[in-house]
């Protein structure tokens, strides 16, 4: 749960700086928020989470 509010947190500021740098307008945003809202209620939600989790474990598990 952790990851994903840091994750839902983290596209929401890069949504921010997208549509106030110009570089995403307003309507565009909304139906790429629209757009992650109902594939979050599709089947395809738990490959998707699934495919997230794997990448997270990848990167965690790098050592520097």
């Known amino acids: 749960m952790a990851?994903?509010?840091?994750?839902?947190?983290?596209?929401?500021?890069?949504?921010?700086?997208?549509?106030?740098?110009?570089?995403?307008?307003?309507?565009?945003?909304?139906?790429?928020?629209?757009?992650g809202f109902f594939l979050a209620s599709t089947g395809m939600a738990d490959d998707i989470q699934r495919f997230l989790d794997s990448i997270t474990q990848t990167i965690a598990a790098i050592k520097f």
């Open 3 to 35: 990851i994903s509010l840091s994750v839902v947190l983290l596209l929401a500021i890069v949504l921010v700086v997208l549509i106030r740098g110009g570089s995403l307008k307003g309507g565009p945003a909304v139906v790429a928020v629209l757009f």
